[in-house]
């Protein structure tokens, strides 16, 4: 079974920039696509940044230019460098595996969220 852990959120002032990091651990067949996504409160989470297993990425326009996703597929880690955070980026981050387990069955992995406080 494969847990994801995040780490790197924290408080931090408009303009600056914080370093998220995914780390997996566990036994699967292969890591897929990972992402990262975020839920601010109220609201519904919401895809930020993705990463297919053949290494294409995609992010949500409100990041777009601002925030990079990169992944280590040797150990199966996802990074979400970002910079010049605005107030509206405070959310709960958490961290998306697409996973074939050792079972041949697809399934998706949840992190438990590192909380991204942007606040002056």
């Known amino acids: 079974q494969v847990h994801l852990v995040e780490s790197g959120g924290g408080l931090v002032r408009p303009g600056g920039s914080l370093r998220l990091t995914c780390a997996s651990s566990?036994?699967?067949?292969?890591?897929?696509?990972m992402a990262w996504y975020r839920q601010a409160p109220g609201k519904e989470r919401e895809l930020v940044a993705a990463?297919?297993?053949?290494?294409?990425?995609s992010y949500a326009d409100f990041v777009k230019g601002r925030f990079t996703i990169s992944r280590d597929n040797v150990k199966n880690t996802a990074i979400l460098q970002m910079d010049s955070l605005k107030p509206e980026d405070t959310a709960v981050y958490y961290c998306?595996?697409?996973?074939?387990?050792?079972?041949?069955?697809?399934?998706?992995?949840w992190g438990q969220g590192t909380l991204v406080t942007v606040s002056s």
């Open positions: 998306n595996a697409r996973i074939v387990d050792l079972y041949m069955r697809n399934l998706e992995v």
């Open positions: 566990g036994v699967a067949r292969s890591i897929d696509a």
């Open positions: 990463s297919s297993g053949d290494g294409m990425t």
